[in-house]
């Protein structure tokens, strides 16, 4: 079983849309979430992260964390192609020093 | 320019030769994680450094992979005797050191090395 799991996609939503992006993680121990974003030929961009249960919200972004159930979410509102890239799903066992990326989901937004 | 430094961007080698690539942390940033993505892959993490110290190395390769972070200079990632399969973008990523923020672990990436083995 993989540390983190997401679907990889393509997930593809209309411009304006609300995009949805989900990851699972296997160690209850996991202290930190993080969700990057990768575009084509680029480096992880980071875009937030969250460590307490519940929603955290920048911009057009939303990070949800549910330890009980052991996913973490990430809303993108009012999709834009720009959007368009792959996003990368981390957590972090702070104390073990492990950090975990998922595999990442391919969102297409089109116009 | 504050954010974390690679050189080379591009990097070609001929099977058998050796390549350097080198990162250069954020400032005030002491950990340094080397990863590496093969094309239409994910992240693949390598290595985990501090200064003087490999925290982790248990995603590195035991043959021909090395990586350090020495007290002054950069931290460098050492392939030797290259073949094909080595072909891929080499990412760098630091963080801050422990209890200096909420989320010290929080990873920058720098733009990274794309390696071609000829």
């Known amino acids: 079983q993989k540390e983190v799991e997401q679907n990889s996609g393509p997930l593809s939503v209309p411009e304006g849309a609300i995009a949805s992006l989900n990851c699972t993680y296997s160690d209850r121990g996991s202290q930190s979430f993080f969700w990057y974003r990768q575009y084509s030929g680029k480096s992880p961009e980071l875009i937030m992260f969250?460590?307490?249960?519940g929603d955290k919200e920048d911009g057009r972004f939303t990070a949800q964390l549910n330890k009980a159930s052991q996913y973490v979410s990430l809303l993108i509102r009012d999709s834009q192609p720009s959007d368009s890239a792959t996003y990368l799903c981390a957590v972090s066992l702070y104390n073990f020093n492990k950090f975990y990326f998922g595999s990442g989901t391919k969102l297409n937004v089109k116009p | 320019n504050a954010g974390v430094m690679q050189n080379p961007r591009h990097l070609v080698r001929r099977r058998g030769q050796e390549a350097r690539l080198r990162c250069s942390p954020m400032?005030?940033?002491?950990?340094v994680y080397w990863y590496r993505q093969l094309p239409e892959e994910g992240l693949k993490f390598m290595v985990y450094l501090q200064k003087e110290n490999i925290i982790d190395e248990s995603g590195r390769p035991k043959e021909r992979f090395s990586a350090e972070f020495p007290k002054e200079g950069p931290s460098i990632l050492r392939i030797q005797q290259v073949v094909r399969g080595d072909s891929a973008a080499y990412f760098c990523?630091?963080?801050?050191?422990?209890?200096?923020?909420?989320?010290?672990?929080?990873?920058?990436f720098g733009p990274g090395t794309r390696l071609t083995v000829l």
């Open positions: 990523a630091s963080s801050l050191p422990r209890g200096t923020s909420k989320a010290p672990d929080t990873q920058y």
């Open positions: 400032k005030g940033h002491s950990h």
């Open positions: 969250i460590y307490s249960n």
